[in-house]
């Protein structure tokens, strides 16, 4: 049976010439001594591109047989050899780790969020140069009007030219005729004390007062009246006041039979009191 070949040595690898780097020569390993395995290895492993084969590694008989002492690697650093100038290292990409904190143990913190860039600013109008509010909606004014027909005996309620509203009205009897013509509201009461005309007395407010709750004056004459009044003969000195009121003789309504006011249901002067102002125009037809 042939004998095992003789073990690879250093010549064998690398020939009988010795290597040259840098200009300095490596002196072959001397004949018959292992390789040891971190003369194929670098400080971070084995070489690239070099091929570890089984025959390369000490055989268990030596090693066993004598102690084994870590040989120098084969490319020993030379004070020769130019080391190339290395550049500082660049500051971790923002957001990033870096690859220095998993070896060494340390605890990652991750980086804070990146803060958004501020809106640009508006550019502020110059002194005097300020928008202007936008103009309010336009508000028609409200025309209102009260038309008494006397012959209808009916009041009309009109709003910009319409009529919004009718209601049955008591005008003045013979001799005592409600006064025809243009006039305006001049003044508005709730619950009035009624004064007799000719006597001087007063009426609290209440369901036996003759005006009612409600009494607006549109018309005065302070000429004085005198007349009948189907009961009575009534001499009036001073003022006489013409005016829209309610009435506890609810079924005088539509007739004529008052000394010159206009009388009305209750609940009807209350809404006529509400539509009207000081001023409104009063018109009276005969």
Known sequence: MPSAPPPLGASSLLGVEPLSIGGNSVQPAPPGLPIAPAALEGPGGALSGAAVGPSL?????????????????????????STPALSPPSPPAAGTIPAEAFSSGATITAPPPAIPAAPPAIPSAPPGTAPSPAPAEAV????????????????????????????????????????????????KTENPVWEHPQKGSHTAPGPANPLGSRWIGFHQDCQGKRGWDGEHMLDVKGCVVAGFHGTPHRWTVGQALSHGCVRLYDEDVRQVFDFVAIGTPVTVLP
């Open 57 to 81: 590694l000490p055989s268990p008989t030596a090693v066993s047989g004598a102690a084994t002492k870590a040989a120098a690697p084969i490319f020993p650093a030379s004070p020769s050899l």
């Open 140 to 187: 028609l004014p409200v025309d209102r009007a009260l038309v008494l027909d006397r012959k209808r005996r009916q009041l009309s309620l009109l709003e910009n030219g319409r009529v919004v509203r009718r209601f049955p009205v008591a005008v003045g009897m013979p001799g005592w005729e409600t006064p025809v013509g243009r006039f305006q509201v001049v003044n």
